[in-house]
C-alpha cells in the first residue's frame, strides 16, 4: 500500500472518529468541557489562595467556582430584568407599531394602485384577507404547539439544570485532582502524542473562545451603550439580539444594521442614519481587528476553507453545525499532523 493509499485511509478514518464524536459523544461530553473551561478560568485564584493563606485547594476550588458561577447568575439576572422590563414595554407599544405600520402600507397600497391604474382599497383589502387568514391558521396550531412543547420544554430544563451541576462538581473535582490528571498525562503511552496534539488544540479552541465570546460581549455592550444614548427604548434588547446573531457565522451585524440604515435613510432620518453607522463601523473594526491577531493566526484556515466547514457542518448538524463545522475541520487536520509527525 503506497503512501498516498495510507494517507488517504488516515485522513477517512480521522473524519469518521470527528463525526462519531459530534454526533454521539458531544452531549455526553459537553459538561464536562465545561468544567474544564470552569476550571482554567478558576485556576489562578485558586492557585493564590493556596501558596498565600495555605487554603487547600479543593475548598479553594470550590470558593473560586461558587463566586465566579454567582458573579455569571449575577449578571445574567441584571440583563434578564433589563430585556424584560425592555420587552414588556414593546408589547405595550405593539398596537402603536403595527398601527403606523398599517399606515405605511396604505401608502405604498395608494401609490401602487394608482400606477397599476387598480380600485382604490383593493391591494389592502387583499392583505387584510391574508392577514386574518393567518391568524386563524396560527391560532389553530399556536395552542397544540404550546401543549406538545411544553413537556419537552421541562425536560430540557432539567437537563439543563444537571448538566450545570455536574459541570460545577466536575470542575471542583478537576482542580481537586490537577496533580493526578498531569502525572497520568505524563506516564501515558501516548505522551507525546497526547502533548502535541492537547497543547495544539488547547491554543486553537482557546483562541476561539476568547475571540468569539469577546466579539459577541464587547458587540453587546458597544450596542447596548450606542442605542441606549441615542434614545432607542429597546437599546438593551437590540443590543443583545445583534451581539447573538454577529457571533453566528456567515450572518454578522451587518444583518441589521445595514437594512436599518438604509431604512433610516429613506425616510430622511440622517443623523439617526450616521449613528447607527457609526456603532456598526466600531463592531465590524473590533470583529476585524480580534479574528486577524487570534483566530486567523492560531486556527491557519483559509475563508474558503472556513465556508465549506461551515455548510457542511450545517447540512450534517442543523444551525449548530455552523459552529460544529470548522471546529471539526480544525480537529482533523490537527490531528492528522499529529498522526504523521507521531
Known amino acids: 500500500m503506497s503512501s498516498k493509499q ?178 497520568w498525562k505524563q506516564n501515558s503511552l501516548f505522551r507525546r502524542e497526547i502533548q502535541l496534539l492537547t497543547s495544539r488544540l488547547g491554543a486553537i479552541g482557546g483562541a476561539f473562545v476568547k475571540t468569539e465570546g469577546s466579539i459577541m460581549i464587547i458587540t453587546m455592550v458597544v450596542c447596548m451603550i450606542g442605542l441606549t444614548w441615542m434614545g432607542n427604548p429597546y437599546g438593551i434588547l437590540v443590543g443583545v439580539i445583534i451581539g447573538l446573531i454577529d457571533v453566528l457565522p456567515v450572518f454578522g451585524s451587518g444583518t441589521v444594521f445595514i437594512p436599518w440604515i438604509i431604512w433610516e435613510l429613506l425616510w430622511g432620518n440622517f443623523i439617526t442614519a450616521l449613528e447607527l453607522g457609526g456603532i456598526y463601523l466600531v463592531c465590524y473594526i473590533v470583529r476585524e481587528v480580534l479574528e486577524a491577531k487570534l483566530l486567523g493566526h492560531y486556527t491557519g484556515i483559509s475563508s474558503l476553507e472556513t465556508m465549506i466547514a461551515i455548510y457542511i457542518g450545517w447540512q450534517l448538524f442543523g444551525v449548530i453545525g455552523l459552529f460544529l463545522g470548522p471546529i471539526g475541520w480544525i480537529l482533523i487536520k490537527e490531528i492528522d499532523k499529529t498522526w504523521n509527525l507521531s
Open 6 to 183: 495510507k494517507r488517504a485511509i488516515s485522513l477517512i478514518g480521522i473524519t469518521g472518529a470527528v463525526y462519531f464524536v459530534f454526533r454521539y459523544l458531544l452531549p455526553l461530553g459537553i459538561p464536562f468541557f465545561v468544567a474544564w473551561v470552569l476550571a482554567r478560568i478558576v485556576w489562578p485564584f485558586v492557585r493564590m489562595l493556596n501558596r498565600r493563606f495555605r487554603i487547600p485547594i479543593v475548598w479553594g476550588a470550590m470558593l473560586g467556582v461558587g463566586l465566579l458561577c454567582i458573579a455569571v447568575l449575577w449578571i445574567i439576572w441584571m440583563i434578564g430584568e433589563k430585556l424584560l422590563e425592555q420587552t414588556v414595554y414593546l408589547v405595550d407599544n405593539l398596537p402603536i407599531y403595527i398601527e403606523n405600520l398599517c399606515s405605511i402600507m396604505n401608502g405604498v397600497c395608494g401609490k401602487v394602485e394608482q400606477f397599476f391604474h387598480l380600485s382604490e382599497g383593493c391591494m389592502m383589502e387583499q392583505i387584510k384577507q391574508v392577514t386574518f387568514e393567518l391568524q386563524n391558521e396560527l391560532a389553530k396550531k399556536a395552542l397544540p404547539y404550546i401543549m406538545n412543547s411544553s413537556v419537552p420544554l421541562v425536560s430540557q430544563l432539567i437537563n439543563l439544570f444537571t448538566a450545570g451541576t455536574i459541570a460545577i462538581l466536575a470542575a471542583v473535582l478537576i482542580l481537586q485532582e490537577r496533580d493526578r490528571i498531569k502525572e
